[in-house]
């Protein structure tokens, strides 16, 4: 038997569907993080609006305009957010829903994000709007990527969308030119038909390159969005202004490298 391979199994079909597409859906690889994750923040949110926690969490997070005004929703957002980061567990578990798809296409000695992302959109809620960008643009290192994790179905409007690597390089590759004195919505309007919206059913994770055009519109569709984003890299990876110790975390340092940081050369040559 001679077929050996350098990467685990699964890494290369993971690397190749990255690569070409710009992310990898996936099922979350542990389903019980993600209800735990989801039921506390319906807690949390039920908590916030001083009412009692649901029975049916899905219901609840999917019918939450009914609950909730858009003037009080970053209050209550903001409550969520809060409440989860305070977990000691919310971490670890949002990492288990993809640890083997993040292995596969950033490695396996990872600095994570000090803090996990909400964000909810009512429908038709204009002012939750996220506009065409790429996290790179704004101080994020290209050698991070996104975990992106619904707490509901999302899907059309309700989602994110994201511009396919090919299409996002030539757009990218002239921008300047192309779109000098353009605003944001003229280059949505360029882009609008080469977009992907991302179709992801409660139960699925996302790992996507931010370094790709992405963003979200005004939710048409009769539910409210629910989804969390945080941030993952390599750890001895370049940063950009979003620091280590400061936005990331290490998470998986393995002991070869504490031993390499705790390691000084031998001394007491001064005196020769
Ligand atoms: O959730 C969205 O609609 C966009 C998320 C996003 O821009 C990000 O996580 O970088
Ligand atoms: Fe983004």
Known sequence: MTDFTFLEPGADGAAAAFLENGYILQSAENGDALEAIRNRAAELAAEALGIDAPNDTGAFLNGFHEH????????????????????????????????????SVVGNEL??????????????????????HADVWSGDSPYEIVLWVPLVDCY???????MPPNKDRAVQGNMGEDFKGSSEE??????????????VPYGHVLVFSQTLMHGNRANEESETRWSMNCRFKSLFSPYADKRLGEFFEPITMRAATEMALAYDLPKGFDNE
């Open 68 to 103: 909730v005004s858009v003037d009080e929703l970053n209050r209550v957002r903001l409550a969520v957010i809060e409440g989860l980061n305070a977990e000691p567990w919310i971490r670890a578990a949002y990492f288990a829903t993809a640890r083997s798809a993040i292995f």
């Open 111 to 132: 600095a994570m994000q000090r803090r996990v992302n909400l964000s909810i959109q009512l429908p038709d809620d204009q002012s939750s709007i996220l506009p065409v």
């Open 156 to 162: 059309k409007t309700k989602s994110m969308y994201l």
């Open 186 to 199: 003229d280059l949505f309007d360029a882009i609008k038909e080469d977009v992907e919206w991302m179709n």
